[in-house]
């Protein structure tokens, strides 16, 4: 017989196994336009702030080779050696902007997806040679959808410049009074400002890609209930899985105590390591034929988990009171559901009788 249509509809978050097996692949949530708007940035920061050390550095280097051009024989051994000098010394003083915008780039992929090697990514794939295939996607939704934001991008940036190069304009009009030097300094000043604003909003306009990267990897790597059920009993072994289990198991314990501990007759305390939230029906307890004819543990719990159910008791006027061997034996030895073995009917009925006396009082 078939599944249902509605078991198969991926409506479950994809479990760690999933997204790990996802990531050794080089699947990961990831916006090309990060990297790039951060470079940007960044290096237009870089030259800003270092603009005349870089300007010192450029005149230096002009000055090395008209004066060594003038003075030189014209040679083409000259002229090689000159060229080798100058490619150089412009590399040396360009340097620290390249190991800059190399660290920039390893920092903008650590702050996407973290640390990551993944050898199948690299693997060629000969179905993406496929003519087909290939015309498909260039015509998809996915591809539609990635032009529109490509357009709106460049869109985005594009008024912005313009309004920050506008506000340029009235500074630029006195350059005709100025000496060249001056001249020079102001273009070059008035350029990184628009540079760098521009980028400010690729930047800003990438992080919000990115956003929308992570929720679409999120939505494109949801499960059936079906293949999470198959997954845990493929890796029940698996470290991760069992983390994901206990998260659960935990979240499904802090829904049942939020839920029965309000409902209880008293919450039995170590009083620190362990709390059992018992309840007792009294009028189906004098039914003949009654299920319930003794106390149910409806919650426990240790440490932090126990100490929530003694705030949630308090919350709701629910008596605490302290036993450490009762409270002791419950936790360890009856699940929530169970009642009280007879052995404790006694011990229990004392902790009772206090609670009522407490609620007569």
Avoid at 24 to 43: E, H, I, T, W, Y
Avoid at 126 to 144: V, W, Y
Avoid at 345 to 355: D, P, R, S
């Amino acid at each position: 017989m078939p599944p249902s249509s509605s078991a198969q509809e991926k409506t479950e978050p994809a479990t760690p196994k999933k997204l790990l097996d996802a990531r050794n692949k080089g699947q990961v949530p990831k916006s090309a336009d990060f990297n790039a708007a951060m470079c940007l940035v960044v290096g237009v920061a870089y030259v800003y702030v270092m603009r005349e050390d870089l300007g010192y550095g450029v005149q230096e280097l002009l000055n090395y080779y008209f004066h060594n051009y003038i003075t030189s024989p014209p040679t083409p051994e000259v002229a090689v050696e000159l060229l080798f000098a100058m490619t150089i010394a412009g590399f040396a003083l360009l340097l620290p902007l390249f190991i800059t915008l190399v660290l920039i780039a390893i920092v903008a992929n650590i702050i996407q997806f973290g640390f990551l090697f993944a050898p199948k990514a690299i693997e060629p794939k000969f179905s993406k040679l496929d003519p087909i295939q290939g015309t498909k996607k260039m015509f998809s939704a996915r591809t539609l959808f990635e032009l529109f934001k490509s357009v709106l991008k460049v869109a985005v940036i594009g008024i912005v410049v313009f309004l920050v190069a506008r506000g340029q304009y009235g500074p630029m009009l006195k350059l005709f009074y100025g000496p060249p030097v001056y001249i020079f300094h102001q273009v070059v000043e008035a350029l990184l400002i628009v540079l760098f604003w521009g980028g400010v909003t690729y930047l800003f306009i990438a992080i919000l890609d990115l956003i929308f990267q992570r929720y679409d990897f999120l939505k494109n790597q949801r499960m059936t209930i079906q293949e999470v059920k198959d997954e845990l009993k493929q890796s029940e072994g698996d470290p991760q899985i069992k983390a994901w289990l206990k998260r659960r198991q935990r979240d499904l314990l802090m829904n049942t105590i939020k839920e029965e501990v309000p409902k209880a007759t008293v919450v039995v305390t170590n009083p620190t390591h362990y709390a059992v939230a018992l309840k007792y029906n009294t009028d189906s307890a004098l039914q003949a034929n009654a299920d319930m004819v003794a106390p149910v543990v409806v919650a426990k719990g240790a440490d932090l988990m126990a100490q929530k159910i003694k705030e949630i008791a308090r919350q709701h006027n629910v008596p605490v009171q302290e036993n450490k061997e009762i409270a002791q034996f419950l936790y360890h030895n009856i699940e929530i559901g169970q009642e009280v073995p007879p052995e404790l009917y006694h011990a229990v009925a004392e902790i009772l009788a206090t609670v009522y006396r407490l609620n007569e009082r």
